[in-house]
């Protein structure tokens, strides 16, 4: 799926798409971006971890977040399919939810993905829970380290295991 949800409403071109990567939990429901989708076309984004910046006197420091348990990372998404208007083929993209970051999360930026529990999943997909599962995670749930600045270059590959590797700072 391309990454940046673009609604199948959508009247313009792929290019002049706002910017649509992340969907606040706050507004998904009622932005027009956004609450179609919402309401019917959930899904998971799995993730091993994500990163954060830290802005410090040296510039931006990557930090990973990763789950305590090394267990997967389950992100509530949205995905809706859209018919380009210049080409008339289909193209299926997706975004992820954020919400107010944790006590953890915290300390880097003021936001998060929503991460759901297993127990959590069934219920977001069925569309039978909304908004009340869209809040941070437990603050014990996560663990984060900061990792090679490496991580901002568009030359690193981005399937190389040193990008998520402990540095020291």
């Known amino acids: 799926m391309r990454w940046g949800l673009i609604p199948s409403w959508w009247k313009k071109t792929a290019k002049e ?10 507004t998904v429901a009622e932005k027009p971006m956004f609450r179609s989708a919402f309401k019917r076309n959930r899904c998971l984004i799995p993730a091993s971890g994500y990163y954060e ?6 510039g931006k420091q990557p930090y ?8 997967p990372l389950t992100i509530a998404g949205l995905w809706d399919e859209w018919n380009n208007i210049e080409t008339g083929e289909p193209l299926k993209s997706c975004t992820m939810i954020i919400t107010d970051a944790n006590e953890l999360a915290g300390k880097i ?12 999943i069934d219920r977001w997909l069925v569309g039978n829970d909304g908004i009340a599962l869209l809040r941070p995670a437990e603050n014990d749930y996560l663990q984060a380290w900061p990792v090679s600045r490496r991580v901002n270059s ?3 590959p981005g399937d190389d295991p040193m990008l998520i590797d402990r540095i020291a700072v």
């Open 53 to 58: 910046w830290k802005t410090t006197r040296t």
């Open 109 to 120: 930026h003021d936001r998060m993905p929503v991460l759901l529990q297993p127990k959590d």
């Open 64 to 71: 990973y977040y990763t789950a305590r348990d090394d267990s």
């Open 17 to 26: 798409t706002p910017s649509t990567f992340n969907a606040r939990a706050e």
């Open 154 to 156: 568009s030359r690193a």
